[in-house]
């Protein structure tokens, strides 16, 4: 038997949130915040840019951007419709435009920086997820945001989706007790999962892994859920599915011999945006958007666990995969007084099903509204009850589950805005990225890592 609660659209569920003014940036009413953006590729031009536009044009102006490949440049200024200046030199830029924020969605090993750089001008910092991508350039920028007193926002857009805020309310009321133990898996399908393969985030000096990468998404979340920080990783990886494990290989999807017999070949042509922004500039740059996934070049890992420790006792298990048929995620949170479940796209556990070669695509928009008669649902079973209760919240069209909307309006609009200090800053960016690069480390030592042998950083067994 259950008992089926809807908690609704907004984060109010029975009791008041957790309110805390973000000590974030300063806003002058009535003046636009004039924005440089660095690194023009497809998350920068579209959510940042276009995206961001869309929504908040009467807040928000562009006054520069910035990238290595001055074709693709000019065709985002375009597709921006913005008539700002472009620059591929970064600090010319600065100079020129004084920005009052600067939006870094560069390769993540670059991070570091550009987020220096610009504080060190007289700017504040968005910067794309992973903050950066090992413990020294970690270092350097938690320095340089102490010595300059300017600001570092890391866009940790997950948390600001309804059904992860509502996962946190639960548990601030504290609604299975203390939290002893977590179980937490992540699918990636072998459409969007295969996508890190062909691109820049397959080479380990790049990306930092799908550790620091993709996981920093994950590894954030259970940091603000548990409010507490990670003290200890013990972690597995290989790399047995992409990269040199096959027999054939090209150099890139179009004109490959082996079209016709690789499951994973791609057109990426036939998509007008990311032809135009790869394709056509390719030759500026010489960066293949449709790089073959079997290349000997790649080297890191396809299938990763993790066991990880927190300064609250808390332990979790964690796994992360490349090639599911199907995208998705499940938790479970083991409490003293009960157990909490949840999930996202498990497609046995939902009503309709997922294209899933389209899934992700369709997903990363800025849309904020409800699709009708679709929920998430969330799982309380008290120990010793006969009966679990079903919390149900709205499914989100938007990136994210609506966290990207939500993140940009809370940046950009309403800086008071900050359930369960949803705001995240260049702390909850090393903690984060701490725990994936502890995992690498994990992996090449074989044994456990601590994170006191990565950071002066002491974690908080209570973040507040």
Not at 246 to 272: A, L, Q, V
Not at 394 to 421: A, L, T
Not at 430 to 440: H, V
């Amino acid at each position: 038997m259950e008992r089926r609660k809807f908690l609704g659209y907004t984060a109010a569920a029975g009791t008041a949130l957790m309110l805390h003014p973000f000590e974030g940036f300063a806003f002058t009413p009535g003046k636009k915040l004039k924005l440089a953006l660095v690194g023009t590729g497809h998350r920068g031009s579209g959510f940042w840019g276009s995206n961001l536009l869309k929504s908040f044009n009467e807040v928000v102006e562009f006054v520069g951007l910035c990238d290595i490949n001055p074709g693709r440049m000019a065709y985002v200024k375009q597709a921006m419709n913005v008539s700002c200046p472009s620059y591929t030199d970064f600090k010319q830029m600065l100079k020129d435009t004084k920005p009052d924020y600067v939006i870094v969605t560069t390769v993540d090993a670059e991070h570091d920086e550009q987020i220096v750089t610009a504080l060190e001008m007289g700017c504040d910092v968005i910067t794309e997820k992973p903050m950066t991508t090992d413990e020294i350039k970690c270092k350097r920028i938690l320095e340089a945001e102490k010595r300059t007193g300017k600001k570092v926002i890391v866009a940790f857009n997950y948390r600001h989706s309804v059904h992860a805020m509502q996962v946190k309310e639960l548990l601030a009321r504290n609604r299975i007790g203390k939290v002893t133990s977590v179980d937490f898996n992540w699918y990636l399908n072998v459409f969007h999962g295969a996508d890190y393969f062909r691109r820049w985030h397959g080479k380990m000096n790049r990306s930092g892994s799908l550790w620091v990468h993709k996981a920093t998404h994950h590894f954030d979340l259970l940091n603000w859920w548990l409010n507490s920080e990670p003290v200890e990783v013990s972690a597995y990886g290989a790399l047995e599915h992409y990269g040199k494990n096959n027999s054939f290989r090209g150099t890139k999807c179009r004109g490959c011999e082996h079209k016709d017999n690789c499951k994973f070949y791609w057109d990426i042509t036939k998509d007008e945006r990311l032809n135009n922004l790869y394709p056509e500039n390719e030759k500026h740059d010489g960066y293949l958007r449709d790089g073959c996934v079997w290349s000997n070049e790649i080297d890191i890992y396809d299938k990763m666990s993790a066991q990880i420790i927190y300064a609250n006792g808390v332990t979790v298990n964690y796994s992360l995969t490349t090639y599911s048929p199907y995208e998705g995620w499940q938790i479970a949170f083991n409490g003293f007084n009960g157990r909490l479940e949840t999930w996202e796209d498990i497609p046995y556990l939902q009503k309709t099903a997922d294209d899933q070669a389209n899934r992700h695509a369709v997903e990363m928009s800025n849309a904020d509204d409800a699709i009708p008669g679709e929920f998430r649902e969330i799982m309380v079973m008290d120990n010793f009850a006969k009966n679990y209760e079903i919390f149900t919240t709205p499914k989100i069209k938007g990136g994210h589950g609506g966290g990207d909307i939500r993140m940009q309006r809370r940046i950009f609009v309403d800086k008071n805005d900050n359930p369960h200090n949803v705001m995240a800053g260049t702390r909850e960016g090393a903690m984060s990225i701490l725990i994936g690069i502890a995992a690498r480390k994990s992996i090449a030592l074989k044994r456990p890592v601590k994170i006191s042998e990565l950071t002066d950083l002491v974690p908080m067994a209570n973040r507040f």
